[in-house]
């Protein structure tokens, strides 16, 4: 066995630097977080190459003199707490002394700084962990700190860093999450010489989000205000209906401190389970207050997450003032809503079902379910009259997604009602009615089979979508007035990174101007007004690392799965036509029995288990 040893005080912070430095972005975190703590008004971010070769940091705070300057490259050492039990009345972002000594000891770091009072300031040169010099500088109040050739200590880390762009882009988001954190403090952004933002102050929190976040998002936001015992809520949320793939705009503060928390992300999201469908996430940017001692902001070495100390309270008290502002948007009580992701049932086919009378015949008992089922709308037809079924004129719709023909590689077509009805009637199924407008009833030589409309619908469209994706020939439609598209900026780097990709799909996208685009081509098989929205679904799902750049197929699968989900359409007039229709497409598939997200997509129901339901 070695010898136990204790590690030298470099060593030891190039190992905390592990935990605490992951990316440029977490450098540029912490040093804002001390700027601010310094009772900063004024905050400049300057950064090159993605945060690689230069991070600057400038603020005109408190400052420090020579020995407090040369105190806080010690690992642990702080002015923010003395004993423990501080920790129960931490009002400051930083408070453990790890941030400055972790960055120290793995770049070249430059810290100017002079506190008010004294004539000169300081400078304090480290590289890579060890002292280079200590000397007297000119410099107004405040502090500088310059980061320099990031890694350069571990060059095993600098590996692990993405692109300049990509690095670039969670710089930008985090020095603007802190400027909404911080409406009350001006701050300059600037990245390789030009200026990305400069914000000064501002009167009201929408204004700061409109800025940041872009004003189509702005204007999708409501203010709520809520105050119970010594828990308050208050700053924006999404009205209802607007909703997100991710959970990315949901942006929380605890006692103004940007966290991720669980218990906050899930009471905002189930406050929505009336307004929006299952899957979608509403933005929000709530600023949560309670006593300090109720909350342990001490369980995560970034600081990115803290624990209450009453998960229920903080819970219902959330859920409760996010309903009563959506209910009071709605005007209602707060009715039921749907959360399985379905359309509501149409005014027309919610009729009341009465029993069948005494008198009922047994041909009328037989059909009972049919007779009690909402009678089929007929099927939309551009002729003059329905043909008659085995002619082949009827062609029912599957939704609004096409091909255009001989544009893209063929697919399989609608079929004509006689070779639906006869495919479909060779499995045994026979057509009895609709339920509800979303599940289709049929009658098997086993039983009872209930078969999910959209469902089924997905999987027939995923493996078209699949096939013309994979075959690299998918047809285009140019918009008559390109769709304008805000991002943020990881967003908007993600896009910039994979426009060939979204090209290569039938997309048209062209940047016009820092984190704007218009989308002036779509596929043909989208709609023109679900271009943005779909977008955004997909920005969220590349965010979330489900379009591998390494793996074509599977990226085209994951395309295809979300175009399938969200691009479907269901017709609003059925009828026996296209239910047997999509039987036959369906069981035309590669895989029949699930949709491309796993649900299945018909249920039966044999005569053995009707028989034991209604025995006695």
Known sequence: ?????????????????????????????????????????????????????????????????????????????????????????????????????????????????????????????????????????????????????????????????????????????GVRLYALASPGVAFTLIEDGRVIFRSPECPALVDRVAEIFGRQLAEQLVPITAAEGSMSLDGLIGKP???????????????????????????????????????????????????????????????????????????????????????????????????????????????????????????SQHSGIAARAPSPAPVQSSRPAAAPAGSGGATPSLGPLRQVPGKGPPVEGVRPAAEASHAAGGRGWRFVGMAHGVYGLFETGAGIVMLHRRSAHERVWFERLQAEFRAGKVASQRLLLAVPVELDPIAAALLLDRLGFLQSHGFEIAEFGRNFFRIEAVPDWMEPNDAESFLRDLLGALRDGRFPEDNPDLAHDELARLAAAKAVRLPEQTGEVHWMSLVSQLFACRTPLTSPAGRPTFVEMSHGELARRFQK
């Open 241 to 363: 209906g607007v909703g997100r793939s991710t959970r990315h705009e949901m942006i929380v503060f605890v006692n103004g401190r940007p966290v991720d928390n669980r218990t906050l992300n899930y009471a905002l999201i189930e406050s929505y389970h009336e307004s929006l469908p299952k899957g979608r996430y509403p933005p929000a940017f709530v600023f949560f207050n309670l006593p300090p001692n109720e909350v342990d902001v001490n369980v995560h070495p970034a600081k990115r997450e803290v624990r209450f100390r009453s998960e229920p309270a903080v819970r219902s008290f959330v859920i409760r003032s996010v309903l009563e502002r959506l209910r009071a948007l709605r005007g209602d009580a707060g009715a039921p809503g749907r959360d399985d992701g379905l359309e509501p049932l149409p005014p027309a086919e919610l009729r009341p079902i009465s029993p069948p009378s005494a008198s009922s015949s047994t041909a």
């Open 1 to 173: 066995m070695p010898d136990i040893r204790i590690l030298p005080d470099r060593v030891a912070n190039q190992i905390a630097a592990g935990e605490v430095i992951e990316r440029p972005a977490a450098v540029v975190k912490e040093l804002v977080e001390n700027a601010l703590d310094a009772g900063a008004t004024r905050i400049e971010v300057e950064f090159r190459h993605g945060g690689r070769s230069l991070m600057r940091v400038e603020d005109n705070g408190h400052g420090m003199n020579r020995d407090n300057a040369l105190l806080s490259l010690e690992r642990h050492a702080t002015s923010k707490i003395s004993e423990a039990v501080d920790l129960d009345v931490l009002g400051s972002f930083g408070f453990r002394g790890e941030a400055v000594p972790s960055i120290a000891s793995v770049s070249k770091f430059t810290l100017q700084t002079r506190a008010e009072g004294e004539e000169l300031g300081t400078e304090v040169l480290v590289n890579g962990g060890r002292l280079v010099h200590v000397r007297e500088c000119g410099r107004p109040v405040g502090t500088r700190i310059e980061v320099a050739h990031l890694f350069n200590s571990v060059p095993a880390r600098r590996k692990f860093l993405k692109r300049d762009q990509t690095e670039a882009a969670h710089i930008v988001a």
